[in-house]
Nanobody, 127 residues
Framework: QVQLVESGGGLVQTGGSLRLSCAAS????????MGWFRQAPGKERRFLAA????????RYEESVKGRFTISRDNPKNTVYLQMNSLKPEDPAVYYC????????????????????WGQGIQVTVSQ
């Protein structure tokens, strides 16, 4: 059974950094675009960052450009989200996702383009 498992979340001070990892098991991801989204309490899930199959194309939501970096390590079947300069508005549950139907596509920003999601991981930013 294919699974995505996020790790690396937790509590960090404003201005601090975290690196989230999303490891896949059960199926290789090396031809599939992947993305990161987040959902804050009472809000809809929002796109953050996406990466194409080989990592040479990325896209970001405007509020995280310059602060967050998505990357991937295909031999390790893992995608990362490096988050720097974390702000009070960044706390949420963060999710990674993979698109099987769009193999070979550039990074995708719409959540309905993704087929499999991780369980999510909490990121909390203290003042």
């Amino acid at each position: 059974q294919v699974q995505l498992v996020e790790s690396g979340g937790g509590l960090v001070q404003t201005g601090g950094s975290l690196r989230l990892s999303c490891a896949a098991s059960g199926r290789a991801l090396n031809i599939h675009p992947m993305g990161w989204f987040r959902q804050a309490p009472g809000k809809e899930r929002r796109f953050l960052a996406a990466i194409n199959w080989n990592g040479d194309s990325t896209r970001y939501e405007e509020s995280v450009k310059g602060r967050f970096t998505i990357s991937r390590d295909n031999p390790k079947n893992t995608v990362y989200l490096q988050m720097n300069s974390l702000k009070p508005e960044d706390p949420a549950v963060y999710y990674c996702a993979v698109s099987y139907r769009r193999a070979g596509s550039p990074g995708l920003a719409e959540d309905n383009e993704y087929d499999l999601w991780g369980q999510g991981i909490q990121v909390t930013v203290s003042q």
